[in-house]
């Protein structure tokens, strides 16, 4: 195979490495081009494509996420990865891990890893890597990289999520959660939420939110009655769809530009956790972007009485 095709064969597995250390759609994929720039520049051919390129890929990957973290600990509000709606690394015999890996909540929990504690655990826990892979691409040693994969492991254990066993079952019950939220159902959603939900956003500054979050199922439930109803009424759609392995939506204007993304965390049988991404610059690559203050000033005029 040319060059071409062994690169466009192994994109999907450097997106999928470079989303997961980067948290950004958009870093990710740049982190692929300029891997690939450097690939057809290299005179010589790697003894393995795959060695070459994931390594390349992943200390791209460190240096841009070594500058992010700064920006981050600048961040207004809460940060949160940019929604991903498809991962293209298929496995089919480690999708549910897989899918797990890319979980707004795991994202989120490898932001407390340094970048070579994240880059180590990727490539070993979820890509499965060898030591001496992991540690050719990181560039150190490989008794470095096992007391790396240590810490991060330690870490990771310490705050890991947990999800619903069953699939099938959790997205049945997301079904019946955004079906309740269309209609107002304030029954079914007060069954569907846990007492202690969470609904919490990142607006980076350029989205209305709710404070520090919306907790409690009380609260959760009329803020999501008043407002989907509302917000419907007006030609705003909520798209059910999976974000970041989660069942999750999209939710779109009355122009069909999107204005949110929600992911669900889901466990025992209820949402535990509604994670909302409004920032705007975080919802560019999924299509036009709508104007999250015009919604809701348009949404709370037609929740007041004629």
Known sequence: MSRVEVFEQLRPLLFSIAYRLLGSVSEAEDAVQETWLRYAATSAEPASAKAFLSATVSRIAIDVLRSA????????????????????????????????????????????????ERAVFVLREVFGFTYSEVASAVGRS??????????????????RPRFEADRRERDELAERFFSAFRNGDVDELQALLAGDVQLIGDGGGKAPLWGNGVFGSPNVVRLLATFGASFLRIGGTVQPQHVNGQPGAIVRDWDGNVVNTLALDICDGQVQTIRAVLNPDKLQHLGPVGDAYDVLRKTNRSRRPA
């Open 69 to 116: 973290r700064v920006r981050r600990e600048k961040y207004t509000g809460r940060w949160f990865p940019e929604p991903l709606l498809d991962d293209p690394y298929q496995d089919p015999a480690r999708s549910a891990e897989l899918a797990d890996s890319v979980s707004m909540a795991a994202l989120i929990l490898l932001e407390r890893l340094s970048p070579l």
């Open 142 to 159: 490989e008794v470095a990289c096992r007391q790396l994969a240590v810490r991060a492991r330690r870490h990771v254990d310490a705050g």
